[in-house]
């Protein structure tokens, strides 16, 4: 019976680490993508002067710091839910601070009436991503799922609402390319802003939930 019981554990052991390998691989995926992701947006945005391409831009480069999180984490158990509470700490700052930039700059830019100039790329890169981060958030789900982990289950909420974004991204950007609506790109960026402020509400509300799961990851 005790043999029994030690390969048994032995082979869970071993499930657990092929679920961490896989975790890992869709984060270095996830990493790969969001730098490009960011990289195109931010410059795109810088010369279309889309505030809401820039948005996109900065929500991309937060994902990227996020997934870098989730690799640490992956990779140690020692003092896990210290980290993981200061992680989620700092990710729901940035996310709310990028809400308020994105809201100002776009009131700023409906008030003064600036149209920014159309973006192929921009659009090309939105429509990518409405396609890759679901992809990205169901695998992430299911290794979550298996592995019993909040941490991995909240970062493809992320990638859900990456492609949320996207979504709302692309409408604008491709009525403002197609009809030449100067405003689309500004009301775009502020049905964003608070998505991002929402995400960075939960991301808070998390950590408290964390303490009330001692099963939580």
Same mark, same amino acid.
């Given at each position: ?75 140690? $158990? ?5 980290? $993981? ?133």
């Amino acid at each position: 019976m005790a043999q029994v019981v030690r390969v048994s554990v032995t082979q869970s052991g071993g499930r657990r680490q092929e679920l961490v390998a896989r975790g890992r691989r869709l984060e270095y995926l996830t990493l790969a993508w969001n730098t490009f992701e960011a990289a195109v947006a931010l410059a795109s945005g810088v010369v279309a002067n889309s505030v809401a391409l820039l948005g996109f831009g900065l929500d991309s480069a937060i994902e990227t710091a996020s997934a870098v999180v989730l690799l640490w984490r992956l990779r140690t $158990e020692s003092d896990a839910a210290r980290r $993981e509470r200061t992680a989620r700490r700092l990710v729901a700052i940035c996310f709310l601070l990028l809400a308020g930039y994105v809201a100002v700059a776009s009131i700023r830019d409906l008030w003064l009436r600036e149209a920014p100039a159309r973006s192929a790329p921009g659009m090309l890169i939105a429509a990518a991503a409405v396609v890759v981060m679901p992809l990205l958030a169901r695998a992430k789900r299911r290794v979550a799922a298996e592995l019993g982990s909040r941490a991995l289950h909240s970062d493809s909420k992320q990638a859900d609402f990456c492609a949320y974004l996207s979504a709302i991204l692309l409408v604008g950007l491709a009525l403002q390319f197609a009809l030449g609506w100067w405003w689309a790109d500004p009301i775009a960026a502020l049905i964003m802003a608070p998505i991002i402020a929402h995400e960075g509400l939960q991301a808070l509300r998390g950590q408290v939930c964390d303490d009330c799961n001692p099963q939580g990851n």
